[in-house]
T-cell receptor, first 111, second 112 residues
Framework: RKEVEQDPGPFNVPEGATVAFNCTYS??????FFWYRQDCRKEPKLLMS???SGNEDGRFTAQLNRASQYISLLIRDSKLSDSATYLC????????????FGKGTKLSVIP | DADVTQTPRNRITKTGKRIMLECSQT?????MYWYRQDPGLGLRLIYYSFDVKDINKGEISDGYSVSRQAQAKFSLSLESAIPNQTALYFC???????????FGSGTRLTVV
């Protein structure tokens, strides 16, 4: 099983729709979790951290399920500008000390 | 100016040539990383460094070497470039105890 797995998509959704992405991780000792956004041919940029209690930033909600070892990202009221690839990233801490990224899920928001 | 600067932005080189990609940062972070990104394969770690005297291999270090010349500079070298090293290369930084990465704008390398 790969360390961090995401559905590659693409997810094609109309403007205003709600869309959710999941990301599973294999290392139960993983400590920190993140969602990054990457526009075509650009660098990844941190979208939000994912906390055990869940966290929300405007239209974006991130959640962590440690028992099932997955994180999720929910985007409400999708905008055309949300079109991008969304990468999940997992920090495993001791013995690793670096982020492992999923391959990304591509989202296209359609007018 | 960008917090993490990569040069060059684009480069086309011939098979067998030596090439160096450079990364400099103004964030004062101790930790620096080199990743490559290929379509369908995502971001893969090549090398990382936690301070000037620390160099560690990542997932795909074969064919690459690095140099950490100073806290702010981390360069990646391809000693003898081959076509399957054609990719988008990213440098990233993070602070000790912090795990959020800041990426440079990337270097698009084509080996012909």
């Amino acid at each position: 099983r790969k360390e961090v797995e995401q559905d590659p998509g693409p997810f094609n959704v109309p403007e205003g729709a709600t869309v959710a992405f999941n990301c599973t991780y294999s290392n139960s000792a993983s400590q920190s979790f993140f969602w990054y956004r990457q526009d075509c041919r650009k660098e990844p940029k941190l979208l939000m951290s994912v906390y055990s209690s869940g966290n929300e930033d405007g239209r974006f909600t991130a959640q962590l399920n440690r028992a099932s070892q997955y994180i999720s990202l929910l985007i409400r009221d999708s905008k055309l500008s949300d079109s991008a690839t969304y990468l999940c990233a997992v920090f495993s801490g001791a013995g690793s000390y670096q982020l492992t990224f999923g391959k990304g899920t591509k989202l296209s928001v359609i007018p | 100016d960008a917090d993490v600067t990569q040069t060059p932005r684009n480069r086309i080189t011939k098979t067998g040539k030596r090439i160096m990609l450079e990364c400099s940062q103004t964030k004062g972070h101790d930790r620096m990383y080199w990743y490559r990104q290929d379509p369908g394969l995502g971001l893969r770690l090549i090398y990382y460094s936690f301070d000037v005297k620390d160099i560690n291999k990542g997932e795909i270090s074969d064919g690459y070497s690095v140099s950490r010349q100073a806290q702010a500079k981390f360069s990646l070298s391809l000693e003898s470039a081959i076509p399957n090293q054609t990719a988008l290369y990213f440098c990233a930084t993070s602070e000790i105890g912090g795990v959020g990465y800041t990426f440079g704008s990337g270097t698009r390398l084509t080996v012909v």
